[in-house]
């Protein structure tokens, strides 16, 4: 007996001395190979402890084969506050980092350069922090104005949620941290998640919800993938077998680990044959004292297979998907790069992000950029002078620091420029407008030259508690589409006190702007712009910077416009959980264009300070593929950046197809005079949609429309591909 447990222990010594002396050149042969050499040493308990939670953001190791607890974090656009092994915040740990404008600023700059700059900054700063996984991208899509979590996602378009989804994805992973692209699949509403069932037709769900999962898997290479809270067609996501088993796993490839949402798993059987690779939960669902092993993934998983009732086959695919992935990452030979956090750099890729992202929805009489000649300024608004990072839910972030709008503004400003404050408005759902606050504000800006009112929604979050405030969160919708905390009232008497007027919205996408568009001159989006937001918003309005940003969703006019209201069903049924998709597959502008409804701003859409011609475009095509050439000219008096947008539409097809889709685009930077020759690829998918007849994807013959433009309404140029 002790001569067999001396051979065990230096077989084990040489596995892990194996192990940490790899080097970073190493095939999936070689992991594999090595994964396999660990399991052949584990047992089936340490097995077990490797596929459930450890504690609230770690799962299981193997201390005796040198395999330490699998460290995770959220979020998607910062590395969330440190929550040791509870969730009381640890003390003496240096959690304060750099907070990325949110997910759908992101998508709004229409450059997947910097969406790989984005990642790269959270996947150095998870490696200095001691991470192992980040837990995003966050790519649902966003199919209705009212979810609370959109700020988070990134768009309407599978295509551009791709696109911008890969480059994050890469950012991440290139640095030797784990992305974690979520939540999979058809997680479009937050309340009462824990209890809908998705019922939607294969062709929405193979057109609108799952290409972006497909391109993590198969362009981006993601490492580990998180399972919904929702149930899919009567099925929970996170152990549903069609999506997890036969699509992602076998159709798509998918090598990594499926990590379930914290508490998505509700079965132990479901959750072993169908896909779960990793149960996680909160400490606090398993009671004052947590006992981790009770669940579903615990102590029952041993019982079952000691009785021969679940084959050790399954435990052990899932923990070799782990290992693997901890081998890719060097998170067991401890040859990750050390990373680095709060650098200047960093700090300038948020500033990018959010200067890229800040789409100028209208900008009437060039009231912006704001002239010399302006010496007064008023600015209005709670969002003005309030911190966004700390809410939200799981993508809260603890910030360096956050440059507030007001404060930007006032650091920009030129020398001289008299800048004023007024909070116009309170933050408390329910309340009436604040008569004595909106007078104020109206007496502040009839006083100077310009009104800039800095408004819109709210993480909810007020600073040491969660309040019922919250209108881009976690877990929670939104009401309606109306602006909150009366900020209609207000608008309007600011207006009337001072026609010059700018509005600016922080917020997660479309509110309900219909009392007061027409009269004001200029609106920006801002989005959640980030800790370095507030010089970005300043930067454009100043002129500074060109804004180049443009909507990654359809802005409706009233929520009764929008398609998951007028064609399908939001929220969920309150008596049955089921939601029904039947707006299919027209989401956003595919809905607005085919059923000809005029949206409040089209998809796409984003001013310039400068001007923008397209012209000679030549279109080739052969063998089910076509090759685009285009030429864009600034043709103003300003350096700016404009994002070509390509559009296909299919002029008959056997099903209907939407009036055109998104395929193709490009974000390019002109001086004035300046003029480029772009060129776009379509493969042969721009031209196939699903037939859910004969359940594949097929291509037509016939003629195909190629529209090229600034938006998915303002098209410049027009060619034919004949396939």
């Known amino acids: ?41 584990m047992t089936l308990q340490e097995k077990v402890n490797m596929i459930h939670g450890s504690s609230s953001f770690t799962s299981g190791g193997v201390p005796r084969l040198g395999i330490p607890e699998w460290v995770m974090s959220d979020g998607p656009h910062g590395v969330r506050v440190e929550h040791g092994r509870t969730y009381k915040d ?38 200095y922090r001691g991470k192992d996984v980040i837990l995003g991208p966050g790519i649902n899509i966003i199919r209705s104005p009212l979810n609370g979590r959109n700020f988070e996602y990134q768009s309407e378009d599978p295509y551009l949620v791709s696109r911008m989804a890969v480059g994050y994805i890469k950012g991440v992973q290139d640095q030797g941290v784990a992305a974690c692209v979520k939540h999979y699949a058809a997680n479009n509403i937050e309340t009462n998640r824990n209890n809908i069932n998705v019922e939607l037709s294969e062709r929405a769900l193979r057109e609108i919800y799952l290409p972006g999962f497909k391109a993590a898997v198969q362009e981006g290479n993601v490492y580990t993938l998180m399972g919904s809270y929702n149930k899919v067609r009567g099925e929970w996501a996170t152990h549903n077998n069609y999506l997890i088993n036969q699509i992602l796993k076998k159709e798509w490839g998918f090598k990594g680990t499926v990590i379930s949402d914290w508490g998505a798993v509700h079965s132990t059987q479901q959750a072993l044959w169908n896909g779960t690779d990793v149960e996680m939960g909160t400490d606090l669902s398993l009671g004052a004292k947590p006992d981790y092993r009770k669940y579903f993934l615990g102590d029952t998983v041993l019982a079952l297979v000691k009785n021969g009732k679940v084959p050790e086959y399954l435990i052990n695919d899932k923990v070799r998907r782990i290992l693997y992935i901890m081998l890719k990452t060097h998170v067991i030979d401890k040859q990750r790069k050390k990373g680095s956090y709060n650098t200047k750099e960093h700090q300038q890729t948020a500033r990018q992000v959010a200067e890229e992202g800040i789409v100028l929805l209208k900008n009437q009489n060039n009231l912006l950029p704001l002239t010399p000649s302006i010496k007064s300024i008023a600015v209005i608004g709670f969002n003005a002078n309030r911190p966004q990072a700390f809410g939200g839910g799981s993508s809260q972030i603890k910030a360096l620091y956050e440059v507030t709008a007001l404060e930007g503004l006032k650091k920009q400003a030129a020398k001289g420029v008299k800048i004023t404050y007024a909070q116009g408005y309170k933050i408390e759902r329910g309340a009436k407008a604040d008569e004595s606050l909106i007078k104020q504000a109206a007496d502040a800006a009839a006083k100077a030259d310009v009104a800039i009112i800095v408004g819109g929604s709210t993480h909810g979050y007020d600073y040491n508690k969660w309040s019922d405030n919250a209108y881009d969160a976690e877990d929670t919708d939104k009401p309606d589409m109306n602006m909150p905390f009366g900020q209609d009232e207000l608008i309007k008497a600011v207006l009337k006190a001072n026609p010059k007027t700018v509005v600016v919205l922080l917020g997660g996408g479309a509110i309900d702007m219909n009392q007061w568009l027409s009269s004001t001159p200029a609106v920006l989006q801002a989005w959640y712009p980030g800790m370095e937001g507030g010089n970005a918003i300043a930067n454009i309005v100043f002129g500074k910077i060109n804004p180049s940003g443009k909507l990654p969703m359809t802005f409706p006019k009233t929520i009764t416009d929008a398609p998951d209201h007028k064609l399908g069903q939001f929220p969920a049924d309150k008596d049955s959980n089921m939601v029904y998709y039947f707006d299919d597959i027209y989401v956003g502008y595919r809905y607005f264009d085919t059923y000809k409804v005029e949206p409040q701003f089209v998809f796409g859409h984003g001013l310039s300070y400068t001007q923008f011609a397209y012209s000679n475009l030549q279109v080739q095509s052969n063998g089910g593929k076509a090759t685009l050439t285009f030429t864009v000219a600034n043709t103003g008096k300003t350096a700016g950046a404009e994002t070509a947008q390509l559009y296909v539409h299919q002029q008959k097809s056997l099903l209907p197809r939407p009036e055109k889709e998104l395929k193709a685009f490009e974000k390019v930077f002109l001086k004035p005079g300046e003029r480029k020759q772009i060129t776009l690829n379509l493969s042969a998918d721009a031209f196939q949609y699903f037939n859910d007849v004969s359940n594949n994807w097929i291509t037509e013959k016939g003629k195909f429309d190629i529209l090229v433009g600034s938006s998915s309404k303002d098209i410049k140029l027009n060619g034919i591909v004949n396939l």
Request: aromatic fraction near 8%.
């Open 90 to 127: 640890s003390t003496g740990v240096e959690d304060a980092g750099t907070y990325l404008p949110t997910g759908v600023c992101l998508a709004a700059t229409w450059n997947p350069k910097l969406g790989y700059a984005f990642g790269s900054v959270l996947g150095s700063e998870s490696a």
């Open 1 to 41: 007996m002790k001569n067999t447990l001396l051979i065990y222990t230096a077989k084990a010594a040489a596995c892990v001395l194996l192990l940490q002396t790899a080097t970073f050149a190493q095939t999936d042969e070689q992991l594999y190979q090595k994964a396999d050499a660990l399991l052949k040493q």
